[in-house]
């Protein structure tokens, strides 16, 4: 492509809004623009790494024996009252009516969509497994969309659903999905652990989040030092705290809610000198709950009854002592979570409209650096991680509530056992930028970047210079993905952008054009060299 007729519109200033390097860097360097908080587009260099990265998923899931098709975003309330989530999903859910005042919500994940179309189709033990993928927008109305498309209201996902007649089976794909989402995120040059993602059981192997590490990630991972062992600790901040409580657990204690609701429980104690409660709604199945991140605290104590009583704190008074939840407070996930509505000064608003399908757990731990892990091999380290992907062992959650059963060997009607699994395709775009980039622009692995090669005609006017670098481009064009710099820019204006834009490999057509000589440089390690035209095939590859 010619720059000259490529729409990139960087930016010379820092977008204001912009906090973290990769959502600065993508705006500034012209790869995406926001048309309203959370969302986006992608300007044609973004959309070039956008469609790398989703190749490379396709490869993958290809490989693994995964069958592409497209469900819409938009999904008939219908589902979603059979599996009850249109009750339990809460805000996150965008929903809209048709012109017929027909519900339906624009797809945050699409569950209930396949289950439907598979259910009378997946019918006997002998059409299965099968695994089935889409690569699909998404829509999440975040209580707090930021850092550009690492926490979006629209993104993209690929989305992978299997079904299978037994649990070993669904074990098996799991393993082989685990698999290729590390060679997924391998080729995209991503730095990441898998780990094990509801810590709350320190152990639980049904679900792996992959965590690409990043100072600015919201996930505090845990790993051992010596071994594989990684898991997503969900109360960072309390964690790292110096001192912590002589107590393992954090046990709920039942009681009302400041509306006077029964049947709540709640956890409850210190922070900074401040006491903070959580309540939570408990419904018949569910019994315990997940905090998640739920303060910002350098130490915590777990107040006994006796203490509490004597803070003079009455969980139940909403004008009572200050509670402050740290505004990165508890998250709202998929399934239910515990849900913070508001957070006010005067007490944290668990969602008061719905009960809750809360995954979960009553031991919430507490464990520092240097702890033992949990493997019985070295000792605990944490890291910070963007969660990029996520593999679910379901169980017959959706199939049954779906009516999605198939014969079995005996004849038997059974409902399908099934396993979901999760990447966040604009999101891994962010990830990357975050972790290859430095203070000039981005750095992108070759694997996805806009373009290998960044061809720059020093001076455009020159014809000499610009016939070269035409010359070069003709010729690397059959063999890469080029870019050529021919606008009537000063040099230093190209410079600088091309580092911005962080192709891989720049050949900078320059004076020595006239002898034949150009300067080919490594954009990753600055590494410079002046060759001829001629050796340059030889010092490319
Ligand atoms: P998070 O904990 O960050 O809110 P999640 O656990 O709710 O993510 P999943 O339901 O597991 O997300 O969805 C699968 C993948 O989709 C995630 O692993 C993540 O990479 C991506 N994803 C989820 N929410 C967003 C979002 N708001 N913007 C961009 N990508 C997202
Ligand atoms: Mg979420
Ligand atoms: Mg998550
Ligand atoms: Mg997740």
């Known amino acids: 492509m010619k720059q000259s007729q490529m729409l990139i519109p960087t930016l ?35 959309l070039r790494v956008l469609q790398k ?11 693994t024996g995964a069958q592409e098709l497209l469900m819409p975003a938009i999904q008939p309330a219908e589902l979603w009252h059979e599996t009850g989530r249109w009750d339990v999903y809460g805000p996150e859910l965008m929903r809209l009516k048709d012109r017929h005042n027909r519900d339906f919500a624009l797809g945050a994940t699409h569950e209930e969509l396949i289950t439907s179309n598979v259910r009378d189709e997946l019918n ?18 975040e209580k707090r969309p930021r850092f550009g498309l690492l926490r979006g209201r629209e993104f993209i996902m690929k989305d992978a659903y299997s079904f299978h007649a037994d649990q070993e089976d669904l074990d098996k794909q799991y393993q082989i999905m685990y698999d290729a989402y590390t060679k997924v995120f391998e080729r995209c040059g991503l730095e990441f652990r898998a780990v094990i993602a509801d810590s709350g059981a320190m152990g639980g192997k049904d679900t792996h989040e992959f965590q690409a590490l990043a100072s600015v990630g919201e996930d505090l991972i845990a790993y051992s030092d010596s071994s594989d062992y990684a898991a997503n600790i969900e109360m960072a901040e309390v964690i790292t705290a110096d001192e912590r409580p002589n107590v393992d657990m954090l046990p709920l204690t039942e009681g009302k809610d400041n509306g ?42 777990v107040l006994s009854d006796q203490e509490r009583a004597e803070t003079g704190f009455d969980p139940f008074q909403s004008d009572s002592e200050t509670i402050i939840l740290a505004d990165n407070g508890v998250k709202n996930v998929v399934n239910g979570t515990l849900h913070v509505e508001e957070t006010n000064k005067d007490y944290i608003n668990v969602n008061p409209e719905r009960d809750l399908g809360v995954s979960v757990y009553h031991d919430l731990r507490f464990i520092k650096e240097g702890d033992p892990s949990p493997d019985g091999k070295g000792r605990i380290k944490f890291a910070r991680g963007i969660e990029v992907g996520q593999i679910f062992k379901l169980g017959t959650k959706y199939s049954e509530s779906m009516n999605a059963v198939f014969l079995d060997e005996n004849g038997r009607s059974r409902p399908l056992i099934m396993g979901c699994y999760g990447i966040g395709v604009s999101r891994t775009l962010s ?3 975050e972790q290859c980039h430095d203070e000039n622009g981005l750095i992108w692995p070759v694997s996805v970047a806009p373009f290998e090669l960044h061809i720059i005609a020093v001076n455009a006017k020159n014809e000499e210079q610009m016939t070269l670098a035409d010359r070069l481009y003709e010729k690397y064009s059959a063999r890469y993905e080029v870019l050529l710099d021919d606008r009537k820019e000063r040099a230093g204006v190209k410079f600088a952008e091309s580092d911005l834009i962080g192709c891989p490999l720049r050949i900078t057509v320059g004076k020595k054009a006239t002898d034949g000589v150009v300067e080919l440089k490594v954009r990753k390690t600055g590494e410079v060299i002046e060759c001829s035209v001629d050796e340059l095939d030889h010092v490319i590859s």
């Open 53 to 63: 990265i989703e190749k490379i998923i396709r490869e993958e899931m290809n490989r």
């Open 260 to 301: 006077q609701r029964t049947g709540l429980k709640y956890v409850c104690f210190k922070a900074n000198e401040k006491l903070v409660v959580v309540y939570v709604r408990e419904d018949d199945e569910i019994n315990d709950v997940k905090v998640k991140n739920v303060l910002e605290a350098d130490m915590i104590e």
């Open 431 to 433: 990830a990357v930028a």
């Open 12 to 46: 010379k200033e820092t977008p204001a809004d912009a906090e973290i390097a990769s959502h600065r860097l993508l705006l500034r360097a012209g790869f995406i623009r926001q048309n309203a908080s959370g969302i986006y587009s992608y300007l044609p260099l973004g």
């Open 124 to 141: 006997s033990y002998k059409k299965l497994p099968m695994t089935l993928y889409q690569i699909q927008t998404k829509y999440r109305d």
